[in-house]
T-cell receptor
Framework: AQTVTQSQPEMSVQEAETVTLSCTYD???????LFWYKQPPSRQMILVIR??????QNATENRFSVNFQKAAKSFSLKISDSQLGDTAMYFC??????????????FGTGTRLTIIP | DAGVTQSPTHLIKTRGQQVTLRCSPK?????VSWYQQALGQGPQFIFQ???????QRGNFPDRFSGHQFPNYSSELNVNALLLGDSALYLC????????????FGPGTRLLVL
């Protein structure tokens, strides 16, 4: 069974600064996918970024980028030039990629990020 | 292009009752997954439906059941409600392939009294 660990329950940063959220996972699979989702107070879970484990290049989406370290089983999210709208719960999630029909997400416990004006 | 929709948004039930939650997937998606998110926790996988069949199930009792219709929409049914079933129930839709991103609906907040 896979596990996902987010060791930072809460973080806060000044607007326009850079912040990094940590995530580690445990799996015996070689093929898998990793995701970061944000959940603002409105509750809607929104995809931030995804990473395929077979790709060495770290994924980027505008101000969001990841540092994927496969050997260390680490998948951190960096938010650059943070904005007030980035305030939310952030969840790291793992999806197996070996077998068709096994596409469930396993989530961490989340990091509550507050952007301070 | 409509995203994933869920109904109702809020629901209050008493212990022992039964509840049905509904989900319509994003246009073009054929797979629906359901998650339970207790307060302050990450979502927990309940089950996934594809081609009107339950394809995979998480560690939830048989009181939790579901259905998928030919138009890919889905229902989650919970029987004999317990206080511990109070949670946010999230529906996610995707295409049926390895690694496909799951897109979430706004959720249904269930309170069991």
């Amino acid at each position: 069974a896979q596990t996902v660990t987010q060791s930072q329950p809460e973080m806060s940063v000044q607007e326009a600064e850079t912040v990094t959220l940590s995530c580690t996972y445990d799996t015996s699979e070689n093929n898998y996918y990793l995701f970061w989702y944000k959940q603002p107070p409105s509750r809607q879970m929104i995809l931030v970024i995804r990473q395929e484990a077979y790709k060495q290049q770290n994924a980027t989406e505008n101000r969001f980028s990841v540092n994927f370290q496969k050997a260390a089983k680490s998948f951190s999210l960096k938010i650059s030039d943070s904005q007030l709208g980035d305030t939310a719960m952030y969840f790291c999630a793992f999806m197996p990629g070996t077998n068709f029909g096994n596409e469930k997400l396993t989530f961490g416990t989340g990091t509550r990020l507050t952007i301070i004006p | 292009d409509a995203g994933v929709t869920q109904s109702p948004t809020h629901l209050i039930k008493t212990r022992g009752q039964q509840v049905t939650l509904r989900c319509s997937p994003k246009s073009g998606h054929d797979t629906v997954s359901w998650y339970q998110q207790a307060l302050g926790q990450g979502p927990q996988f309940i089950f996934q439906y594809y081609e009107e069949e339950e394809r995979q199930r998480g560690n939830f009792p048989d009181r939790f059941s579901g259905h998928q219709f030919p138009n890919y929409s889905s229902e989650l049914n919970v029987n004999a409600l317990l206080l511990g079933d109070s949670a946010l129930y999230l529906c996610a839709s995707s295409l049926s392939d390895r690694g496909e991103t799951q897109y979430f609906g706004p959720g249904t907040r269930l309170l069991v009294l």
